[in-house]
């Protein structure tokens, strides 16, 4: 099955993003919902088969599944849909593959679907073996404040994602925890050396040819939610490669990570309209309020939120603009105070909330040129390699976007961050 995720795009005319799942059993005949193996897909997206039509829309997600309404049944409660959707709902598939038929009393006791199962044995053989990878941890904190380390030389040379990172470190590889040193970090990809004392260690193979849309891929995950405390285990996740999203493109996730305006906003045929605003934020003390247009920032002309991301992302928290903006035919001027956007959750660290699928990163923009996928990881999953189907790596996972939409740095980004981190490595 193919679902859209509901991971926000990132940029205007950045491409949309399909999740690959599959049902978690084969539903009797007489059925009226779909259930399917993940748990990522919020209420209403549309359900599509592998020939693109539409099958179903998602209801309510459980706990282990999602189960989706069969637009047979949507359309049997409102016909006029029958007329709109009739082009839309006909496969030209005739045999798709199908999960194993289970019996009502089975279905109730699975956990992770057989056909889950499969697909972890078939990722895993297609890794490096052994895997290139580490757990690094910030000592003395729970193990969510942790990282995947990738190892970049078998003397222990190891990088990873540098704004998780505390003063002391520790390394589990191979079964045995090791003092870890902090050697220097990149500011430009987020990514940082960190060095153990061990040798004969595997080194991860980078590959820079991508593979087209919709190719799968693959991350090992080593933190699994399967005791309260969390143990090392480690497995992947799969998902699907979506395209290249390039440096200098103003970004929604630039633009909420560097700067805010403390307002939502909407976009009218008017021009960029205040939706909303931060009841505590200066924008409220400045005298705007909903339904305000804003004209210009600092005399820079805003027509709409690319504009408003792109000048967001030159500013920093703390400084003081001068906004523009009309009024119901007058025109006013407002000076606001930046300030750092809401993150929610505030910290990595936190076991996951009931309703709250996953964790993102706190840094989240900016990056060079990065990788755009879909396998579903949490902030304390990244500085993992992301394998193809063949196990060379074709990336590094530095954020942790939504459910099922993560970044990954590009090998020729992370070669280049190497030698920079290198250069100003201090002696361990």
């Given at each position: 099955?193919?679902v859209?995720?509901t991971a926000?795009?990132?940029s205007i ?7 690959v ?7 009797p005949?007489e ?6 193996d993940?748990?990522?897909?919020t209420?209403?997206a549309?359900?599509?088969?592998l020939?693109g039509?539409l099958?179903?829309?998602t209801?309510?997600?459980r706990e282990?599944?999602t ?5 047979q049944?949507l359309i049997?409660d409102?016909p006029?849909?029958d007329?709109i959707?009739a ?11 199908l999960?194993?038929?289970t019996?009502q009393?089975e279905?109730r006791?699975i956990?992770?679907?057989?056909i889950t199962?499969a697909r972890?044995r078939?990722i895993?053989?297609s890794?490096?073996n052994?895997?290139p ?9 729970q193990?969510?404040h942790?990282v ?11 990088i ?5 990172l505390g ?6 590889y191979?079964?045995k925890?090791?003092p870890?040193v ?6 430009t990809t987020?990514?940082a ?5 061990e040798s004969?260690m ?12 919709g190719s799968v891929?693959a991350?090992?995950?080593l933190?699994q939610e399967s005791t ?9 996740y799969v998902?699907?490669f979506s ?10 996730h ?8 403390g307002?939502?906003?909407e976009q009218?045929d008017?021009g960029?309209?205040i ?5 505590d934020?200066p924008a409220?003390e ?5 339904g305000?247009l804003?004209?210009?920032?600092n005399k ?7 504009d408003?991301t792109?000048?967001?992302d030159r500013?920093e928290v703390g400084?003081?603009v001068t906004a523009?903006i009309?009024?119901?035919?007058s025109k006013?001027?407002?000076?606001i105070?930046l300030?750092?956007?809401?993150i ?16 993102p990163?706190i840094r989240r923009a900016?990056f060079?040129?990065?990788?755009v ?5 949490n902030?304390w999953?990244c500085?993992?390699?992301v394998f ?5 790596a074709?990336?590094?996972n530095i954020?942790?976007i939504?459910?099922a ?6 090998p ?6 190497i030698?920079?981190l290198?250069a100003?490595?201090r002696?361990?």
């Amino acid at each position: 099955m193919l679902v859209p995720t509901t991971a926000p795009i990132s940029s205007i005319g950045e491409p949309p993003s399909l999740f690959v799942d599959h049902l978690e059993f084969a539903p009797p005949e007489e059925a009226k919902a779909l259930r399917l193996d993940s748990t990522l897909y919020t209420l209403g997206a549309p359900v599509f088969d592998l020939s693109g039509a539409l099958i179903a829309t998602t209801l309510k997600g459980r706990e282990t599944n999602t189960p989706a309404l069969m637009i047979q049944w949507l359309i049997a409660d409102f016909p006029e849909l029958d007329a709109i959707l009739a082009n839309e709902t006909i496969s030209d598939l005739e045999a798709l593959p199908l999960a194993p038929k289970t019996t009502q009393e089975e279905a109730r006791e699975i956990v992770i679907s057989p056909i889950t199962r499969a697909r972890q044995r078939f990722i895993q053989k297609s890794h490096q073996n052994p895997l290139p990878c580490v757990l690094v941890s910030n000592k003395g904190a729970q193990a969510t404040h942790s990282v995947i380390g990738t190892t970049i030389h078998s003397e222990g040379l190891i990088i990873t994602k540098a704004s998780d990172l505390g003063p002391s470190l520790v390394v589990r590889y191979n079964g045995k925890n090791y003092p870890a040193v902090l050697l220097s970090t990149d500011e430009t990809t987020d990514l940082a050396l960190v060095g153990i004392s061990e040798s004969g260690m595997p080194v991860v193979r980078w590959i820079d040819e991508l593979p087209k849309a919709g190719s799968v891929v693959a991350s090992p995950i080593l933190l699994q939610e399967s005791t309260d405390e969390m143990v090392v285990e480690a497995t992947s996740y799969v998902g699907i490669f979506s395209h290249v999203l390039g440096m200098g493109i103003p970004t929604v996730h630039a633009t909420s990570q560097v700067t805010s305006l403390g307002v939502t906003t909407e976009q009218l045929d008017s021009g960029l309209t205040i939706a909303a605003i931060q009841p505590d934020a200066p924008a409220f003390e400045s005298g705007l309020s909903p339904g305000d247009l804003i004209k210009k920032i600092n005399k820079q002309r805003i027509n709409n939120r690319a504009d408003l991301t792109a000048f967001l992302d030159r500013c920093e928290v703390g400084e003081t603009v001068t906004a523009e903006i009309a009024r119901g035919g007058s025109k006013s001027s407002h000076e606001i105070k930046l300030i750092s956007p809401l993150i929610i959750p505030p910290v990595t660290g936190l076991n996951l909330a009931k309703n709250l699928s996953m964790v993102p990163s706190i840094r989240r923009a900016p990056f060079p040129d990065v990788i755009v996928h879909s396998i579903p990881i949490n902030a304390w999953d990244c500085g993992s390699p992301v394998f193809d189907i063949n196990g060379n790596a074709l990336g590094l996972n530095i954020a942790a976007i939504s459910p099922a939409r993560t970044i990954a740095l590009k090998p020729k980004e992370i070669r280049a961050a190497i030698d920079r981190l290198l250069a100003k490595t201090r002696a361990f």
